[in-house]
């Protein structure tokens, strides 16, 4: 014996609100059926004949629907956007785009310079948007070598950068939100172009080391009063830098260039436990106070770095 199902017929719940609509429609999505004819004194005129899968994008994708659409879609909105930015060229793809910066070191110093890293199968560059500018670029056929290399930032923690050799023997360093898939996309790119033997022959990037580098307690100013703060400190050639775990960003940053003195002095309360404190003395800034574990290392380097005369 064979049981007919019977029709669904439609209910009605007050408890329902909108917002329970909306969830069931993403999470689970429903399928219309409906036929509907249209008629005046019982002739039928139109005819409607209506299938309808409603659902969010996510249930569509994974049942397989939408999807060319969807690809269709994602495609042209990168290239529109990649178009206001970096100008693709005819046949351009668009790879993989994401914050991150470039290390600039022509010049005096160097600098990193904040953007948006672009990967196209031509090219890989970065982007400032606001002033619009390409701070660096160059096309695939002359990358060499692809590496991640981890750099000690100023607050002591290790970053992951991307190194990119180049065919004449520069190398340039960058910075990505996500430095791992940028480097998998890169690598992937420049398939069949990759040399490893290259970054035996290729001149390496001269990265400035540090002349002290290590815990350092800064007397800061306050508005209630100064206060000594544990932090990392570090000198290099251009500046000494100390920066707090907590700080998102540099609390002090004095170049070397401005440093007209340095001293160790008795202080009762210094929080390195020795009673001594590091006394600097720089341009427009009058005096400084630091502590350190050990204080004569930083003498001595904030002395040479500073070119000034020993202190007694």
């Not at 399928?31 to 249930?59: F, K, W």
């Not at 004449?168 to 992937?188: K, N, W």
Request: charged letters at 25%.
């Amino acid at each position: 014996m064979t049981v007919e199902p019977s029709p669904l017929r439609p209910t009605r719940d007050p408890r329902v609100t909108l917002d329970d609509l909306v969830e069931v429609l993403l999470n689970k999505g429903a399928v219309l059926h409906l036929d509907l004819i249209v008629a005046v004194s019982d002739v039928p005129l139109i005819g409607v004949s209506l299938r309808a899968a409603v659902a969010g994008m996510e249930t569509m994708l994974e049942y397989g629907m939408m999807r060319n659409w969807d690809e269709a879609t994602r495609a042209w909105a990168e290239r529109s956007a990649a178009r206001r930015t970096i100008d693709l060229r005819d046949g351009e793809r668009v790879i993989s785009r994401m914050s991150g910066g470039h290390l600039l070191t022509e010049g005096p110093s160097r600098t990193w310079r904040p953007g948006v890293v672009w990967l196209t199968d031509q090219r890989l560059a970065v982007v400032r948007d606001e002033p619009r500018e390409v701070l660096w670029e160059s096309d695939l056929g002359v990358v060499r070598g692809v590496r991640l290399a981890p750099e000690p930032t100023v607050g002591g923690e290790e970053r992951l950068r991307v190194r990119v050799a180049l065919a004449d023997g520069t190398e340039e360093l960058l910075s990505a939100q996500d430095p791992e898939r940028l480097h998998g996309h890169l690598t992937d790119a420049c398939a069949g172009r990759l040399d490893d033997a290259f970054w035996h022959t290729s001149p390496a990037v001269v990265e400035e080391r540090p002349l002290a580098e290590g815990r350092l307690w800064f007397h800061e100013p306050r508005r209630g009063g100064p206060l000594w703060r544990c932090g990392q400190g570090r000198l290099t050639g251009e500046a000494l830098t100390w920066k707090s775990p907590m700080d998102s960003r540099p609390a002090l940053v004095v170049p070397t260039a401005e440093i007209t003195g340095v001293r160790r002095t008795a202080y009762g309360t210094s929080p390195a436990g020795d009673g001594e404190v590091l006394v600097l003395r720089a341009l427009g800034r009058g005096e400084v106070l630091l502590a350190a574990d050990d204080s004569v290392p930083w003498t001595r380097a904030l002395t040479t770095a500073g070119s000034i005369p020993p202190a007694a």
